[in-house]
């Protein structure tokens, strides 16, 4: 059972340049997330998707879009990254039978110079 | 602005000792509450979660609810030195709904010394 699968585990950007970060999950789980962690910032919030077929801000969402491709992935894009977007970027998903407690993807390490 | 607040940290006890960690939330109507241990490096992973008042224990962990105050704390008792990690604190304020947004705190650095 992988849980939450995200990939690239690392990634090196030019400014300017455009990426997708990849998320799915086998859990079958209808709500899924995109959060940025920083140094000293806590993970904030960047898009959600509560079902399939809808997506919605959160949080810091300028610069980002998202895709609910299906119920088990859910992609978030760069268009024209810039420095500002140096992160951790974490995919999760969540199930109100679960409690909404969330499982966490490993994170994708952006640097963008 | 949803706001959690946790103790700035860093947090450091002897082993064997109860590591209490504390967190603070602004939206009265909150629901339910976790807890998630980060590894340096890795990523966050449920401890516990609790939506009443009072207290619920998990083994060496106890997570504490006031709702009243707005504050929810987490006690771990004969602290580990393989419990040293990020504590983080996460409130979901969605009600009457499917979707549970976690909004985090800082997080608080727990060192536990030998």
């Known amino acids: 059972n992988a849980g939450v699968t995200q990939t690239p585990k690392f990634q090196v950007l030019k400014t300017g340049q455009s990426m997708t970060l990849q998320c799915a999950q086998d859990?079958?789980?209808?709500?899924m997330y995109w959060y940025r962690q920083d140094p000293g910032m806590g993970l904030r919030l960047i898009y959600y998707?509560?079902?399939?077929?809808?997506?919605d801000k959160g949080e810091v969402p300028n610069g980002y879009n998202v895709s609910r491709l299906n119920k088990r992935e859910f992609s978030l894009r760069l268009e024209s990254a810039a420095p500002s977007q140096t992160s951790v970027y974490f995919c999760?998903?969540?199930?109100?039978?679960?409690?909404?407690?969330?499982?966490f993807g490993s994170g994708t390490r952006l640097t963008v110079v | 602005q949803k706001e959690v607040e946790q103790n700035s940290g860093p947090l450091s006890v002897p082993e064997g000792a109860i590591a209490s960690l504390n967190c603070t939330y602004s939206?009265?109507?909150?629901?339910?509450f976790f807890w998630y241990r980060q590894y340096s490096g890795k990523s966050p992973e449920l401890i516990m979660f609790?939506?009443?008042?009072g207290d619920k224990e998990d083994g060496r962990f106890t997570a504490q609810l006031n709702k009243a105050s707005q504050y929810v704390s987490l006690l771990i008792r004969d602290s580990q030195p393989s419990d040293s990690a990020t504590y983080l604190c996460?409130?979901?304020?969605?009600?009457?709904?499917?979707?549970?947004?976690?909004?985090f705190g800082r997080g608080t650095q727990l060192t536990v010394w030998p």
């Open positions: 609790i939506y009443s008042n």
């Open positions: 859990m079958n789980h209808n709500s």
């Open positions: 998707s509560a079902s399939e077929g809808t997506t």
């Open positions: 939206d009265r109507g909150s629901q339910s």
């Open positions: 999760a998903s969540s199930e109100m039978t679960d409690n909404y407690g969330y499982t």
């Open positions: 996460a409130v979901n304020t969605d009600r009457g709904s499917t979707l549970g947004r976690l909004y």
